[in-house]
């Protein structure tokens, strides 16, 4: 696995091995002590998601305050734009922003630690997204940061559109109103 670091430093992306032919490829989408030894982390991961959406939906950006959860995403089918915005308000990058490409045709994976937001757009049209979480899903410490919010800036891939977001998302808070971590 080759382990590169993101715009934003304790965000990282991560391209396993693949080995292919004719016949298709093999890659291994996880293993704990080639986690552990390539990107120098031990996570514990507890709940495995997977989510379909078609093109134009936003989902995020979202966070849990307490039970903060560390993800390793990755797309099995289509391509999504990801993205982790820093919430810790200690951080000299607090509200900075990275994004990645992210398709079942790169196979790139991003760790996305506790402490930050995360989201994405569909770019394809349809894709479905995977990633492990250091810890249980909360809705009662669940929230959401303005996928737009200007003081954040994402550089969403739109193409002159407005994206599909749920109800939940579209009440997304400000970055200035957060309730950030330490």
């Given at each position: ?68 959860q560390g993800k390793l995403v990755r797309v099995v089918a289509g391509e999504i734009f990801d993205v ?99």
């Amino acid at each position: 696995m080759k382990v590169m670091p993101g715009v934003l430093p304790d965000v990282l992306v991560l391209e396993p091995r693949v080995f292919g032919d004719e016949r298709g490829f093999f890659l291994e989408s996880y293993n704990q002590r080639v986690f552990r030894e390539a990107a120098g982390i031990d996570a514990n991961f507890v709940q495995d998601n997977h989510s379909r959406s078609v093109r134009n939906v936003l989902r995020g950006l979202h966070y849990q305050l307490r039970q903060a959860q560390g993800k390793l995403v990755r797309v099995v089918a289509g391509e999504i734009f990801d993205v982790a915005v820093d919430l810790r308000r200690s951080s000299p990058r607090y509200g900075r922003w990275m994004g990645l490409h992210l398709s079942a045709d790169n196979k790139r994976m991003l760790w996305i630690p506790a402490g930050f937001a995360h989201g994405f757009l569909t770019l394809s049209d349809v894709a479905e997204v995977l990633y492990k979480a250091t810890d249980y899903y909360a809705p009662a410490h669940e929230r959401c940061v303005m996928w737009n919010d200007p003081d954040i800036g994402i550089d969403w891939p739109l193409a002159g559109s407005v994206p599909l977001v749920s109800e939940k998302d579209s009440r997304g808070v400000a970055l200035k109103l957060t309730e950030a971590f330490p």
